[in-house]
């Protein structure tokens, strides 16, 4: 069903518990459908826009979410492995105890996200939209935080081992009692304009 603007339209449909395959869309507008303990196997979504949809308990590996937007969708326990979601965003979604394993999300804008329950690691983060996002106790394991914007955000005590923090400013984010490396902290102290040396040289 062709929507306003000339764009395929999938709307109010039951997918819960389907197994996508290797499904391809693009263009396409999925609004109130549910998803939910779906699985997909190298499926490609690209310039696919998600309104009120349901990835709750869905299973994706090796999938694709290329350039996509998602307003009001629901990711309750859903998990992502090796997934490519570059340029995407998200929107006043539900991302309580998302898993993310592996895959690249550069670009990806997750302003004001609500990220406290989730976990995300080994993923390629670079140049994300992370400004205000409560983050606080979230677990980022070995994440590639690089030129990632984080105005605003807060880590307090989140588990942020690993991950590359270079071109991060600190001094925008709260990150009270987050966990970090050591080999972190000197790349923190020196975007700080810290010179770290060894005691006595």
Not at 115 to 130: C, I
């Amino acid at each position: 069903m062709p929507s306003e603007q000339g764009r395929e339209r999938i709307e109010d449909e039951d997918w819960s518990g389907r197994d996508l395959g290797a499904y391809q869309a693009e263009g396409v507008d999925f609004v109130d459908v549910d998803l939910a303990e779906a699985t997909s196997t190298g499926a490609v979504f690209t310039a696919c826009a998600f309104r009120g949809v349901r990835f709750n308990a869905g299973r994706h590996a090796s999938a694709a979410f290329v350039n996509c937007t998602f307003t009001r969708c629901s990711f309750f326990d859903a998990s992502f492995t090796d997934c490519k979601l570059i340029g995407s965003a998200f929107e006043r979604c539900d991302l309580s105890t998302l898993v993310v394993t592996g895959g690249d999300w550069s670009l990806v804008d997750l302003s004001g996200a609500y990220l406290r329950s989730v976990r995300f690691d080994g993923v390629r983060l670079r140049e994300a939209g992370l400004a205000g996002v409560n983050a606080a106790g979230a677990v980022l394991r070995t994440v590639d935080l690089t030129a990632s914007v984080i105005d605003g955000a807060d880590f307090t005590g989140a588990d942020l081992r690993g991950c590359d923090l270079t071109g991060v400013d600190p001094l925008v984010a709260r990150m009270r009692g987050a966990v970090i490396t050591a080999d972190q902290a000197i790349v923190i102290a020196t975007s700080l304009g810290l010179h770290v040396r060894a005691e006595g040289g």
